[in-house]
């Protein structure tokens, strides 16, 4: 995958018709999610069968529609009581792969701090 280095992600909750191309999605994200679809952040999209994602962002001078579509399965979407999820890269890759974004057994992030 090709995204843009430390964009933010936002996954919608709701299912979407994946007939919806860039026009469709982009006012989804303008109207229901209320962002900004030019701000280059990730919009995760999924069917009511969960076997589709479309990621939409801005890059610069145009929208990228990324979508993948799996022949066996479902994704494993998160439910939560909001129409929008915030994800970090690193749990969108989850989401991806087939795993659950809240996993329990991944290694934590660590920060250190340089003292001088």
């Known amino acids: 995958m090709i995204f843009p280095n430390n964009s933010q992600v936002y996954i919608s909750i709701s299912s979407v018709d994946m007939r919806k191309a860039i026009d469709g999605l982009s006012l989804l ?3 229901h999610l209320k ?3 030019f701000s280059g952040q990730l919009f995760v ?3 009511k069968k ?3 994602v479309k990621i939409l962002y801005w890059q ?3 929208f990228c529609l990324w ?4 022949e ?4 494993r ?3 939560t009581n909001s129409d929008i999820l915030s994800l970090t890269a690193r749990e969108l890759s989850w989401l991806l792969e087939g795993l659950e974004i809240n996993q329990v057994k991944a290694h934590p992030k660590l920060e250190y701090n340089i003292a001088y």
């Open 29 to 31: 994200v303008k109207s």
């Open 35 to 37: 962002h900004n679809p």
């Open 45 to 47: 999209f999924t069917n």
């Open 50 to 52: 969960r076997n589709i």
């Open 60 to 62: 610069g001078n145009g």
């Open 67 to 70: 979508q993948k579509r799996l």
């Open 72 to 75: 066996k399965g479902c994704f």
């Open 77 to 79: 979407w998160p439910s």
